[in-house]
């Protein structure tokens, strides 16, 4: 992409659905309401671990106001996100793995009737021995001892182990060798927007779902499974997203439900989860133990690392498969490895299922990591800033792994934060109880492979031309709050030269609108940006011939500029974009194209390759600046300053938006967040109250820098900015600490009890389970790639 | 226990008499009888403050509020922040600096910001922040939301 004059790109508009937020005119899911509609609950187990021997519902269905009550049996088809490991069901059949599994659905006159209901249905259980830490499932190998019957080994859901490069080789030449262990507790995304879904079964025998969904192409994909119903005869209608954070990105069992009992009841059937139960539908980051050994040259160039991670995957797959990969992929990105050895292994336990919350699986290596490279800068004497200056990766090269980065602003983006914290003038140089730490990291511009195996394109847009001059843009993606819909509108308004509010946006909606995977790992402006700038191209090719011959001047010194077709040469040789329009429809007929994005070909070819590539990388550096109080342990951030190298600013405002989400979120991890349960399997702190989240008052002045890079993939130059940005804060915060106490804290939350027990010398160091890894895949850089790279 | 009662209130200016079950919060009867959805409910436990309106000009948590207790009161939703087709300041200046993006606090934080600003019309960042602690936002990590604040409590001054 080689302009750089944008009138749109670049500029910090308005999203294009801010007013409908600001005046209460957007309407979530559950503020549809539909004629006739019933209101529907879900039976969730009170025990971790049951089979069941029995369920009885003629006393729910004989109260009066109830429309209908289903159990598994009327929806027996299992699902599941990744087609490898579908293990969920809509209403538990035989088993309930967690303590708020689903087993029965009921929709009546209110949701009062419907809770009522709920109490009048007989369970019968037999109570199992529940698995609850990552060691109980490791150990819990007998057969007998199973939360699942599918998988090869008991309670192990994925084991990976991979080798690349001479890691032996790099180990021995290496001068100090460092091993490190670090924990990483689980949280949760606790979007403002409980889960809700709306079910509708109509005339001529069409189902639609509305559901506050990230990914209504997949969930489209899986009530067709599920319900047994062709994908022509289903519409998933993604409605504004109260906040996703990747919390709505899995089929869920109320989705499916709605849809059935719709079916059931001839009668639209709305489930509207309170919040307790959206802390118990989960999904959110894995716990995760980690080991990690390193060996260095003296100068501090890094020879070799040998990672290993331990997921507790609660007790279903959900995205497990990929997040166990991504535990251990991205940790050649930031800096050069010349071998690396990887072994991941999730394990079932009886808790709610965790997957992808922003970072997926990424925030817990990248903690690791970071703080692992400070002690060793520590140990050699080095700032940990000039550690790292050392091994950046560099721009168009690949990785030990086969990755293939692109542009690659790291290198700026430690200066950027270098600077404008005077680090120099305070590292190591503040006075005890005031520290600075600092981190960097790497992620992607959206996953290079589908959920599902296809050749079809990631993403399409659909355009159609208004012959009064308006402009439609189609595209499946579902706005989550990021401004996936305004990023459609910016560049088809930067495409035809047209003010942004003459451009209208539908998507969303599996009827109307070209399939895009989804929102998820930052995935949307790259590949719909390029997708509707190839749908706008075949459009202005039509325009341009229509407005060369009625100008007479050749079509390629013309530009669609102001609303206008304009001659580069003849400035005063106009016509209006409306006038263009109507031109070319009277010659080409209706007007509408449709443009659709594919990433590049995964460079390597080894098997477990698929997870990490990526159109383009994006790097972030953090510097935080904190106090510690040494009697109460407490932390308070002063302030934290973000260098994201995002390719090009698409629209600043939503890009510094995107960033200083990341870092507040970044913070309620490392400083509070925790989801966390008793013995019984019961939630400890199910509710906005109990489960800390930074408010006003804990999140710091944020000083967020924007490096462009100028991507080849991306569409402008641009990269992600929604999720790569929350890595290194985490990380900074706990090296902050260090420098300001003396003490590390190697897991997160770092509450004050820790801190305590730390500065008393009662802290003690993460233990990490035994376990055996499968052999490794083997592979060596350069081994089967064909090295094609856009500069 | 009477299956229904009855209310007037005033509604953003109007005069509004609505019937519902006495249980109800205000926060049901805008939302289900008066079909102002631009309130939002995100525990309905008076932890995040999603629901937030103002009673009397005074920010209060819809879904701790009976309607029952609002004979007479006047309320103040998101809908009703604007004068017709126009915007509050507040609204214009959060849909400028992207302090809403999945929007779903934002009415609650604009009325609370809106009782601020009406009490004090130009606080301080910290002042800005002491209101609304009690207003979660997980998207914007609440910088552009001070940020707005401040633009329009600036706005006055000129």
Redesign the interface.
Known sequence: MSKTNFSVIGKPLRKVDAMGKCTGETRYANDFELPRMCYAKLLRSPHPHARIRSISTERALSLEGVYGVITGADLPVKFGIMPSTEDEEALAVEKVRYVGDPVAAVAAASESIAEKALQLIQVDYEILKPILSIEEALAATEESERIHSWNRRANIQKAVSFEFGEVEQGFNQAELVFEDTFFYQGNTHLAMEQHCAIGQYGPGDKLTLWSSTQTPHYLHKAMSKVLGMPMSRIRVVATPSGGGFGGKSDPFSHEMCAAKLAMITGRPVKFNLTREEAFYLHRGRHPVKMWIKTGVKKDGTLQAMHFRSFLDGGGYSSYGLASVHYTGTLQTVAYKLPAYKFEGVRVFTNKPACGPKRGHGTPQPRFAVEIHLDKIAEKLGMDPIDLRLKQLTEPNTITVNGLRISSNGLKECIEKVVARSEWKKKFRQLPFGRGIGFAASAYISGAGLPIYWNKMPHSGVQIRLDRGGGITVFCGSSDIGQGSDSILVYAVAEEFGVNPAEIRVVTGDTDLTPVDLGSYSSRVTVMTGNAAIQACGKLKKLLLETASDALEIPADDLEMIDGQVRSRSYPKKTMSFVECVEGAEAKHGTLGATGSYTPPKNLANYKGSGVGPTPAYTFTTSVVELQCDRDTGEIKIDKIWIAHDCGRAFNPLLMEGQTEGSVYMALGEALMEEQIFRKSGLHKIPSMLEYKSPTTLETPEIETILVETNDPEGPYGAKEAGQGPLLPVVPAVANALYDAIGVRIDEVPITPDKVLRALEGRYKKISVPSFEFPPPVKWQPGEGVKVEQKS | MRSSVQVKMDVNGEAVEATFAPYKTLLEVL?EELN??????????G??G?CAVLVDGEPQLSCLVLALECEGRSIE???G??EGAA?HPL??A?????A????????GI?LTAKALLDNNPHPSREE???A???????????????EAVELVAKGEEI
């Open positions: 939302r102002l959805t631009g309130t939002k409910h995100g525990c309905e436990l932890e995040c999603a939703t998101v809908e922040m604007g915007l609204q214009a959060f849909a400028d600096l992207g809403a993006q999945c929007g779903y606090c934002t009415p604009l800005i922040r002491e609304l602690a009690g207003n979660l936002c997980r998207c914007t990590g609440y910088t552009k939301i001070l």
